[in-house]
T-cell receptor, first 118, second 113 residues
Framework: ETGVTQTPRHLVMGMTNKKSLKCEQHLGHNAMYWYKQSAKKPLELMFVYSLEERVENNSVPSRFSPECPNSSHLFLHLHTLQPEDSALYLC?????????????????FGEGSRLTVL | GDSVTQMEGPVTLSEEAFLTINCTYTATGYPSLFWYVQYPGEGLQLLLKATKADDKGSNKGFEATYRKETTSFHLEKGSVQVSDSAVYFCARSSGAGSYQLTFGKGTKLSVIP
């Protein structure tokens, strides 16, 4: 139990569906992250929220829409995805945002949501 | 840009063998360096870290030393166990103004009895 809970653990959706991934952290952290993990590729940072404000968006297509209503919850809304979007989506949190070399804080990851787009 | 290169896997070892997983990073700025581990069906968790040159991170019998002169942060363990089977990721913090940890592609380790 890492203190970061993701639901659902598995999701299968068609290209025209709308679905959402949910992440909840019970650690009192102020920063939350979405990462995409694809086979044989490095982890890709998608979004970073600090104190509920988006501070980084790494050129992610608009079919992925994040939402952070409070410091404990993070959503990733999915709409008209493509088969190449199939991957493991990992949520993470940290006490403060990891920025440059100044913050050596640890990222706490959830177990991930395995997404398959048909 | 920042990057991390780690050895290609998979790596298969017998129990009690010596483990080395190589990792090198681009030498921009003064990054902190990390090793994360992902056990089957789980998310990543921090294994160890080092924040400045010559620091040694250690945990659960694993060690890695921050080598600025060779821009390396190789992971070692003297005697692996079956329970060490997992994917290991090397990572570095990125430059000022970025919130990104740059990860390597991961190295899958399988330890057989």
């Amino acid at each position: 139990e890492t203190g970061v809970t993701q639901t659902p653990r598995h999701l299968v959706m068609g290209m025209t569906n709308k679905k959402s991934l949910k992440c909840e952290q019970h650690l009192g952290h102020n920063a939350m992250y979405w990462y995409k993990q694809s086979a044989k590729k490095p982890l890709e940072l998608m979004f970073v929220y600090s104190l509920e404000e988006r501070v980084e968006n790494n050129s992610v297509p608009s079919r992925f829409s994040p939402e952070c209503p409070n410091s404990s919850h993070l959503f990733l809304h999915l709409h008209t995805l493509q088969p190449e979007d199939s991957a493991l989506y990992l949520c993470a949190s940290s006490r403060t945002p990891i920025a440059g070399g100044l913050n050596t804080g640890e990222l706490f990851f959830g177990e991930g949501s395995r997404l398959t787009v048909l | 840009g920042d990057s991390v290169t780690q050895m290609e896997g998979p790596v298969t070892l017998s129990e009690e063998a010596f483990l080395t997983i190589n990792c090198t990073y681009t030498a921009t700025g003064y990054p902190s360096l990390f090793w994360y581990v992902q056990y089957p069906g789980e998310g990543l968790q921090l294994l160890l870290k080092a924040t400045k040159a010559d620091d040694k991170g250690s945990n659960k019998g694993f060690e890695a030393t921050y080598r600025k002169e060779t821009t390396s942060f190789h992971l070692e363990k003297g005697s692996v166990q079956v329970s060490d089977s997992a994917v290991y990721f090397c990572a570095r913090s990125s430059g000022a103004g970025s919130y990104q940890l740059t990860f390597g592609k991961g190295t899958k380790l399988s330890v057989i009895p």
